[in-house]
């Protein structure tokens, strides 16, 4: 199921979200209240990152965009720096995307 950018207000595409539980569990973090939308080009994702343990290096929360076609289209990163962060850190990303239909959203966490 894809949704297009062709919307002229925001359209709720949270269900096309797909996390990563192996780089999540492996960095001892979780994504929790992951909201995607879509308005004209533009993706916003917000949400939140919450760490099991205190993180020893800081991380980044990258976005991907890919097509019905599995081509990667567009791609964001969002620093979360272990100096700041405590329990939990909130984040927002926005990415510009192509004129395509969105196949699904990949969000997972990595070392910076």
């Known amino acids: ?4 950018q062709q919307a002229t207000k925001a359209v709720d595409v949270t269900e ?17 209240g992951l909201f995607g939308s879509l308005n004209g080009s533009w993706l ?4 939140e990152l919450q760490a099991f343990k205190a993180p020893q290096e ?9 097509d019905l076609k599995e081509r990667l289209v567009a791609t964001a990163k ?10 939990f850190q ?3 990303m ?3 995307v ?3 239909e969105i196949g699904y959203l990949r969000v997972y966490p990595k070392l910076y």
């Open 16 to 32: 096309l979200i797909r996390r990563v539980p192996p780089f999540e569990e492996r960095l001892c973090v979780t994504f929790n």
């Open 78 to 87: 969002e620093l979360i720096s272990r100096e700041g962060f405590c329990d």
């Open 98 to 100: 192509p004129d395509t």
């Open 94 to 96: 926005n990415v510009q």
């Open 44 to 47: 916003t994702l917000n949400g």
């Open 58 to 66: 800081s991380l980044q929360v990258v976005l991907d965009v890919v």
């Open 90 to 92: 909130t984040f927002s």
């Open 1 to 4: 199921m894809g949704k297009s």
